[in-house]
């Protein structure tokens, strides 16, 4: 029997990438790349694309370090990167055009819904429980991610939410938990849980700050992940409204 069963929270916050929704693999990154490719042949500079994408694999090199290090690295800088590794000049206009296509790759885009994760935040919400969101960003900004779940009629379930791009700070630092709760009416910790695919993240960064932790494996699983295993991993999110005594 879970350790969740008949447990009933007051708040779950969610992952956004991997828990909530997910891409096809390099799907974003091709956007990105297609842009770019366009731009520079538009202003007449001929680039390598095996050559862009070593560029753009270095940034995300460089996000990685700083994301473990919990420095922030958005994509402003990741696109700055990219072309300072690329090797060639352009002028400061392309340049500025260059950063903003890859920072808004994210705009309109439009991600999947990881199994059963429809059901399961209205079957949560209709039993009273508040909902909120702690995500790391990646490359893609919080704006936009929201605006993918209001396209899905989904971000209306939600009471509040952490984006790293706006909080400051990454999973597992006590502040991205700790804004959430925060927005979701000062819920304490001992009274929510949160459910995210890394253990190192959003697993240990939910329990040293007093969270229930809940591992989704249904889309990355994390099993040799550095971090302690969840009160409950989970593959499909429709299982949680039940375990939790809440199905409808």
């Known amino acids: 029997m879970s350790a969740l069963a008949g447990w009933r929270p007051a708040a779950i916050t969610f992952d956004f990438w991997n828990t909530l929704a997910f ?11 297609v842009a770019w ?3 520079l042949e538009e202003a007449g500079i001929a680039v390598d694309p095996d050559q ?11 996000h990685s370090a700083a994301w473990k290090d919990n420095r922030q690295y958005l994509a402003d800088e990741a696109a700055a990167h990219a072309l300072e ?3 060639v000049d ?7 055009r260059l950063t903003a296509t890859f920072a808004g790759a ?4 439009e991600l999947r819904l990881t199994s059963g994760i429809e059901g399961c935040l209205r079957a949560l919400a209709g039993a009273g429980v508040k909902l909120g969101i702690v995500c790391d960003v990646g490359f893609t900004a919080g704006v936009h991610l929201r605006a993918f779940l209001d396209r899905r009629g989904l971000l209306p379930l939600f009471d509040g939410w952490a984006f790293s791009d706006e909080v400051g700070v990454y999973k597992p630092a006590a502040g991205a938990f700790r804004h959430a709760l925060e927005q979701l009416g000062g ?3 001992e009274e929510a849980a949160h459910v995210g695919d890394l253990k190192r993240t959003d697993i240990a960064g939910a329990r040293a700050f007093g969270m229930r ?3 989704y494996v249904g889309v990355f699983d994390d099993a040799d992940g550095d971090g302690p295993e969840g009160d409950l991993v989970l593959a499909d999110h429709a299982e949680l409204p039940t375990v939790l005594g809440l199905a409808a």
């Open 85 to 87: 590794r690329l090797g």
């Open 187 to 189: 819920v304490p910790a």
């Open 106 to 109: 994210g705009e309109g885009f």
């Open 90 to 96: 352009v002028p400061d206009e392309l340049a500025t």
């Open 213 to 215: 932790a809940i591992r």
């Open 23 to 33: 891409e096809e693999i390099g799907a974003l990154a091709a956007r990105r790349h």
């Open 52 to 62: 862009l994408w070593a560029a753009f694999g270095s940034a995300w090199e460089a």
């Open 37 to 39: 490719l366009g731009l």
